[in-house]
């Protein structure tokens, strides 16, 4: 099972790095576009060195079996590791789009069915405590994509954390191709409200700045709106819980609230939790196709 997996998530990996290479290509031939570098300070560096530790350990003491279970989980951190760069490069690639933004067609859908996300932003902020709530779930979301998997890989659930990673490279295939195609600037770019803070109205600004062939005054913001990766992180992060009962039911309203936050807080189009659902869930029909391969193959 673990072969099969890891052969799937290296197959996603390496299409995620071909896409990827075909949009800065596509950039650097033809429209030249400057855009922001999303790795963070020194990643290179803090990579090339665990990878040094670990090759130096295995070969000095490869044979302690104590030290081995250590090598182990030391691989995993890195294999999490490379698989964030692998986003990060991504992410760098598909900031590059072509596209027109088809945000005034969310909002003239969203408008056609009734939906006012500035009187939700406002409800939201009459009510300063739940507001603060949010605003400190939404921000909670990085402390869980560093703290869960590295709990996990410390706990020797290595079959969790491959599975994470697949989640992760999948949903960013999807993801990422649709907005490479279909961007999207979020709500503050279109809709006028006092409630949209400066990093809301970054997002905009910033593909405004990149399509104007001007370099990007900040990498505060966001990236995408449709789908919200937000809400689907989250949900991976809890998914990643699901053997430890007592955590899974702490943190299941905790990441609720959390996907909530991202449309009351004016981050996202409800549109795009939607969007999110579908890329969760086309993600696990094909974990669920990948598992079940190695069953008929075994046959």
Not at 48 to 75: A, D, E, I, P
Not at 85 to 102: E, G, H, K, R, W
Not at 108 to 127: D, R
Request: aromatic share 18%.
């Amino acid at each position: 099972m673990h072969i099969t997996r890891s052969r799937c998530t290296l197959y996603a990996a390496a299409l995620l790095m071909v896409l990827s290479l075909l949009a800065m290509g596509v950039n650097f031939f033809y429209y030249r576009y400057p855009g922001n570098n999303y790795f963070p300070p020194h990643t290179p560096v803090i990579f090339l060195t665990l990878l040094l530790v670990y090759s130096g350990l295995s070969l000095q003491f490869g044979n302690s079996t104590r030290l081995t279970r250590l090598l182990k989980k030391l691989k995993e951190v890195i294999f999490y590791l490379l698989v964030i760069l692998i986003l990060t490069f991504a992410s760098n690639a598909v900031q590059y789009t072509p596209f027109p933004p088809i945000d005034e067609y969310i909002v003239f859908l969203e408008t056609s069915m009734g939906i006012n996300l500035v009187e939700w932003m406002a409800w939201t902020s009459a009510h300063p405590a739940f507001k603060a709530m949010l605003n400190f779930l939404y921000y909670n979301l990085l402390d869980q994509m560093i703290v869960f998997p590295l709990i996990i890989i410390a706990a020797g659930r290595y079959h969790l954390i491959r599975e994470y990673y697949f989640f992760l490279l999948t949903s960013a295939i999807i993801g990422l191709t649709f907005y490479y195609f279909f961007p999207t600037t979020a709500p503050a770019s279109v809709l006028k409200s006092p409630y949209f803070n400066q990093f809301q109205q970054a997002t905009g600004l910033k593909f405004w700045e990149i399509h104007h062939h001007i370099k990007p005054s900040t990498l505060e913001g966001g990236l995408i709106a449709l789908p919200s990766f937000h809400v689907i992180w989250a949900w991976f992060c809890l998914y990643m819980l699901r053997e430890w009962r007592i955590l899974f039911y702490i943190f299941a309203p905790i990441n609720f609230f959390l996907s909530l936050s991202c449309v009351l807080l004016g981050w996202h189009y409800p549109i795009d939790l939607l969007g999110s659902v579908i890329v969760i869930l086309i993600t696990h029909f094909l974990h669920y196709l990948c598992h079940n391969f190695r069953r008929e193959s075994k046959t």
